[in-house]
C-alpha cells in the first residue's frame, strides 16, 4: 500500500497487484461465495432481475472484521445506471451486497470490484 508521502505524489493509494482475487455466482444473483482477498472481483449469475427488484448475497471474507468498510462497485456487464450495488451489512468475516436494478427487467452477468477498507475500534 502506498505511503501517504506517495499518495501525496500521485501514486494511488490501494492494494499491491496480485493481491486480489475472483468469485462466480453459481446458480442465482443470491447465491454467495467465498474469497478471502482485501480486494477482487465478484461475477454474478446472469439469471434475470426485475426492474425495480433488489438481489442480496453474503459474500465470505476472511480479511472483513466488524470494524472495516468494503466498498463495492459495477465493473461491467450493465447498461449504464441500470444496477446499483450496494454493501449493505458488515460482519466479522463477512459482508453483504445488495443489487438493486433500476431499469427493467435485465438479465447481465455483471463484474462489481470490491476493495476493503480497514477500521478501527471507536
Same mark, same amino acid.
Do not use: C, W
Given at each position: 500500500?502506498?505511503?501517504? =508521502?506517495?499518495?501525496?505524489?500521485?501514486?494511488?493509494?490501494?492494494?499491491?497487484? $496480485?493481491?486480489?482475487?475472483?468469485v &462466480?455466482?453459481e446458480?442465482s444473483k443470491?447465491? $454467495?461465495?467465498?474469497?478471502?482477498?482485501?480486494? %477482487?472481483?465478484i461475477?454474478?449469475h446472469?439469471?434475470?432481475?426485475?426492474?425495480?427488484?433488489?438481489?442480496? =448475497?453474503v459474500?465470505?471474507?476472511?480479511? &472483513?472484521?466488524?470494524?472495516?468498510?468494503?466498498v463495492?462497485?459495477?465493473r461491467?456487464?450493465?447498461?449504464?445506471g441500470?444496477? &446499483?450495488a450496494?454493501?449493505?451489512?458488515?460482519?466479522? $468475516?463477512?459482508f453483504?451486497?445488495? #443489487?438493486?436494478n #433500476?431499469?427493467?427487467?435485465? %438479465?447481465?452477468?455483471l &463484474?462489481?470490484n470490491?476493495?476493503?477498507?480497514? %477500521?478501527?475500534e471507536a
Amino acid at each position: 500500500m502506498a505511503s501517504i =508521502f506517495e499518495a501525496v505524489a500521485g501514486k494511488a493509494i490501494g492494494y499491491p497487484e $496480485g493481491t486480489g482475487g475472483a468469485v &462466480v455466482q453459481e446458480t442465482s444473483k443470491a447465491t $454467495g461465495g467465498t474469497l478471502n482477498k482485501p480486494a %477482487g472481483e465478484i461475477t454474478t449469475h446472469d439469471a434475470s432481475l426485475a426492474g425495480g427488484a433488489e438481489a442480496s =448475497f453474503v459474500v465470505t471474507n476472511s480479511f &472483513v472484521g466488524l470494524n472495516d468498510v468494503p466498498v463495492v462497485a459495477v465493473r461491467s456487464g450493465a447498461t449504464t445506471g441500470t444496477y &446499483v450495488a450496494s454493501v449493505s451489512a458488515v460482519a466479522a $468475516g463477512s459482508f453483504t451486497v445488495t #443489487l438493486s436494478n #433500476l431499469g427493467t427487467t435485465a %438479465g447481465e452477468a455483471l &463484474v462489481l470490484n470490491y476493495a476493503i477498507i480497514k %477500521g478501527a475500534e471507536a
